[in-house]
């Protein structure tokens, strides 16, 4: 038996010694990722039989697949047995102690992005018991909820609370065996969001991971479960523009949306995970599947996303249409500088009778950096009436960056009508010479003309969102011109 | 003598093309034969794993197994497989057979500022010539069909176009053989001068009695100025399976306009790699795909721009009715250092019944920020309003539907520049659609 297992060996005695119901507090799993270390984590975390099950099906369905290749990204090769599945939160010890101990640099970007002072701190993951102001809100806002009768936890909380739902709905839309990274992540998921909207309730507030405190450090195999009964709505927000202190390099989470009848589920994202420095060392790697179902008549799923983090991103948040008149929609801007590797667009697969999509997707390269818009709009047999309008644009700044579009579209039924346009240029040299001219700046010039490039994608962003998602664009592009 | 292939044949297909090549004569192209069976055993058939098949499924194919389409001898009274409809006066017209063109003694085509000669004919007197030939377009993954194409074919035309040609060239693309599965592998090649200036006309037809493997490559280098007009036009019956692919190298300035309409066929696969290597070249490309019965039409442009001030433009229009499967699959790479490169692409699809299917891929890879790209994709049926306005007027349905279906095309058709040749396919077209007679009275 190899010394990995049996120090998984050894840690499952030790647990069983104190009993399942363990402070976790230091608790860490060695490198290595074997059945033992599934089960482990599903021990620690105290899961009901099910889903342990679930996660075993996933891992052994996870050996037997291949890292997909066909992404125009590259990246040194991810040695998935060298890292650790599992960490309690990071012990204080290792956090800075006080922002004069954060990088400058961070400080410098948190000060353009407009943040408030509390929560630089917050951001920059310095060791304070609490942020008092957060607290507060998150308990004003608790209160709120429960009175609507809606579900709001970490994922954990609600495997506990909750199980009914999570074996009724995870797993639903993206299965087990998804693919690679969507295996790995239902064997070894450590945390994440679960969103339940009763019946005929429409969510009093836009819902956060950035507020949700328990969330914080929930890992690198995020799980995000959000389901809209009947008559439902919901805005979610996840992540926020200001740059987040991350030790994984490896991100591979899922998201999984279920509107029912007449619901509808907005899903904003804005990702701003280390990109690496200006040569390219260092960054997150970003795989994520993210996919909603419209299982409902008359549901509506709607992805907004500002992609500007991250050394590699791998995403396409998609819409299963399955429910008749349902409508999915996709607005998208990937921004990669530097060494950046973005490769993301979505899936509008139309099943059901006059379902609608549009996607939006606005892809920006500078520096060295390869920016693909990679989509599917798949019209099957049974979708009659089916309508889709797609509009994917590219900008680049510099010569050595470059911008790809890979765009499916699978058309079967004759009633159905689908659009795609693209267009990839350069700012308009005209353009900056009429801002120059008159006197602004050429690095405002070219924030100007690219926040009007984006307009159609941010102006779906929730309002406080639209307003920083500006900011961070001007700031992920310094350097970019000039 | 040939050395055995590395790897084993996996299929019946894969097998008997093995055992074709074999049976080649042991003369100065062995050695570029055997290279590229080697590399096409290797990378095997293609599944639809492989991006540029995701559409087309060959498993069919792979369990049958093909011999050479039997040598006619030049001039021997064989009966007629079907006439080309294109031919018109004053056009001069050669016929290749089986793979085998039939031509008169000597390089005279009869027009002048071309000198036509048999590709066997080169290999035998300057094999180098066909050798040394640029395979870049050959080494990709896309280009598997080429390698076969060079590992066994037998024949073919090489044309040297030195001015301005007056007429159409006319070259007829027909099979004669007899029951069973026979493979024709021909190739053309087609070499200019500086400011030469011809039309290329390919019409392939089917074949009589078995079915048919018809696997072509047409290779078209353009020297400085030069401008070509080459259109590839399919009728066969519905038991033949065509590849072709067409290889345009540019050289500065020079232009092309290629047309590939597609017409007939039971799987109809056309490859385009135009590779506009010379500063200031243009090429535009035109496809008509008319999708009917169980046909399936896969038709894959790759379009390069690797020197500064290129321009493309593409236009597409296919037609999905019966079972039939129509894919557009384009892909425009601008390379580092093509400043100035514009491209433009235009697909759109109309899908007539519920049984059919249209696949659009118009993929973009641009590696340069001096660039003008876009492209335009639409699927979609006839538009309402406009059935409407012809139904208001008293024209009968089926009649309007066919009307307008017509002039969806009319984008491609007018684009094609000799009129009789336009004439030609516009009176075939008519013959595919509903409504032949009434669409004709209209005319």
């Given at each position: 038996m190899s010394s990995k297992s049996q120090d998984v060996e050894a840690l499952l005695s030790q647990k069983y010694r104190h009993g399942f119901v363990t402070d976790i507090e230091s608790d860490s799993l060695p490198p290595g990722l074997d059945e033992g270390v599934v089960t482990a984590i599903s021990r620690i975390k105290q899961e009901p039989q099910f889903l342990l099950d679930w996660r075993l099906k996933a891992f052994r369905h996870w050996l037997t697949m291949r890292e997909p290749a066909w992404a125009t990204v590259r990246y040194t090769p991810i040695d998935y047995q060298d890292i650790s599945y599992y960490s309690a939160p990071r012990a204080p010890a290792d956090a800075p102690k006080s922002l004069e101990e954060v990088d400058p640099k961070l400080l410098a970007t948190y000060e353009k992005l407009g943040i408030p002072l509390h929560e630089r701190a917050r951001l920059a993951g310095v060791a304070v018991d609490a942020v008092f102001d957060s607290v507060s809100v998150a308990t004003t806002f608790k209160e709120k909820l429960a009175k609507a009768g809606v579900i709001f936890c970490s994922f954990s909380e609600a495997v506990r609370n909750h199980p009914e739902l999570i074996e009724r709905y995870l797993g639903t839309v993206v299965p087990a065996g998804d693919n690679f990274f969507a295996a790995l992540n239902s064997a070894v998921f450590s945390d994440g969001s679960f969103v339940y909207v009763p019946a005929g309730v429409r969510c009093p507030m836009e819902l956060s991971t950035y507020f949700r405190i328990n969330a914080a450090k929930t890992g690198q195999f995020e799980r995000t479960l959000i389901i809209a009964a009947e008559g439902a709505s919901v805005s979610y927000l996840e992540g926020c523009t200001a740059p987040m202190r991350d030790e994984n390099q490896l991100h591979a989470a899922v998201v999984e949306l279920v509107a029912l009848d007449d619901a509808k589920i907005k899903y904003s994202t804005v990702q701003n995970w280390y990109p690496g420095d200006e040569n390219g060392v260092g960054g997150i790697f970003n795989f994520v599947t993210k996919r909603g179902e419209c299982r409902g008549r008359n549901s509506k799923i709607s992805w907004t996303q500002v992609e500007t983090g991250s050394a590699i991103t791998w995403k396409y948040p998609s819409c299963v249409l399955k429910g008749e008149n349902s409508v999915g929609e996709f607005y998208s801007v990937a921004v990669a500088n530097n060494h950046q590797q973005a490769d993301t667009g979505t899936k509008m697969i139309h099943i059901g009778r006059n379902t609608k999509s549009t996607i939006v997707a606005k892809g920006i390269s500078a520096g060295h950096a390869s920016n693909t818009y990679r989509g599917q709009v798949k019209i099957l047999p049974s979708a009659s009436g089916a309508r889709n309008f797609t509009q994917c644009d590219s900008l680049l700044m510099g010569k050595l960056c470059s911008a790809h579009t890979f765009p499916y579209v699978e058309v079967r039924n004759p009633g159905a009508v689908v659009e795609h346009e693209a267009s990839t240029s350069k700012i308009g040299e005209d353009q900056l010479f009429y801002c120059l001219q008159r006197g602004v700046s050429a690095e405002d010039a070219v924030n100007m003309i690219v926040s009007g490039f984006c307009k159609s994608v941010f102006k779906e962003l929730p309002m406080e969102f639209a307003v920083e998602a500006q900011n961070l664009l001007s700031v992920s592009l310094e350097g970019a011109v000039g | 003598m040939n050395e055995p292939a590395n790897k084993a044949a996996t299929s019946a297909a894969l097998r008997s093309f093995e055992a074709s090549w074999r049976a080649r004569?042991?003369?100065?192209?062995a050695a570029m034969r055997g290279e590229a069976m080697q590399r096409f055993l290797a990378l095997g058939l293609p599944t639809p794993r492989d991006e540029s098949w995701r559409y087309t499924n060959l498993r069919a194919m792979a369990a049958m197994s093909f011999i050479d389409a039997p040598r006619i001898a030049n001039g021997a009274v064989t009966a007629a497989p079907g006439e080309s409809w294109i031919a018109g006066a004053g056009m001069s017209a050669i016929r290749i057979l089986n793979g085998y063109p039939q031509l008169g003694a000597g390089a005279d085509s009869g027009l002048a500022h071309v000198a036509v000669r048999s590709l066997r004919a080169v290999a035998e007197s300057e094999p180098k010539v066909i050798a040394e030939r640029h395979t870049a377009a050959a080494e990709s993954e896309e280009g598997r069909w080429t390698l076969l194409n060079r590992a066994l074919f037998v024949d073919g035309l090489h044309l040297r176009i030195t001015g301005r040609v007056a007429g159409p060239i006319l070259i007829v693309h027909a099979a004669n053989c007899p029951d069973g599965s026979h493979a024709v592998h021909s190739r053309l090649i087609v070499e200019t001068g500086p400011g030469a200036a011809a039309t290329i006309i390919e019409h392939h037809l089917g074949a009589g009695g078995g079915t048919l493997l018809a696997n072509r490559a047409t290779e078209i280098d353009l020297a400085p100025g030069a401008s070509i007009e080459h259109y590839r036009v399919f009728s066969g019956d519905e038991r033949t399976t065509q590849f072709d692919s067409v290889d345009v190298r540019h050289g500065a300035d020079s232009r092309c306009r290629q047309f590939t309409v597609v017409l007939g066929g039971a799987l109809v696969r056309t490859d385009l790699r135009a590779h506009l290597g010379g500063i200031g070249a243009q090429h535009d490309s035109y496809a008509l795909l008319a999708g009917r019965g169980a046909r399936q039409i896969d038709c894959v442009n790759t379009i390069v721009h690797a020197a500064p001030r290129t321009t493309s433009n593409q236009t597409a229009r296919a037609i999905g009715a019966g079972s039939s499967r129509v894919v557009f699959n384009s892909k425009v790479i601008v390379e580092r250092g093509a400043a100035g490169a514009q491209s433009q692409q235009s697909s759109r699809g109309l899908l007539l019944s519920p049984n059919a299917e249209l696949d659009t891929r118009p993929q973009l890879q641009i590696h340069e920020d001096d660039v003008k790209c876009a492209h335009g994709a639409t699927t979609g049926r006839l538009d309402p309003d406009m059935l409407f306005y012809l139904l208001s007027r008293g024209i009968e349905r089926s009649a309007a539907q066919s009307l307008l279906i017509y002039a969806f095309l009319d984008d491609v058709l007018t684009g094609i520049a000799s009129m009789p040749t336009r004439r030609a396919i516009e009176d075939a077209l008519v013959e595919e659609l509903p409504d032949a007679d009434l669409l004709r009275s209209f005319r």
């Open positions: - | 004569p042991a003369d100065g192209l």
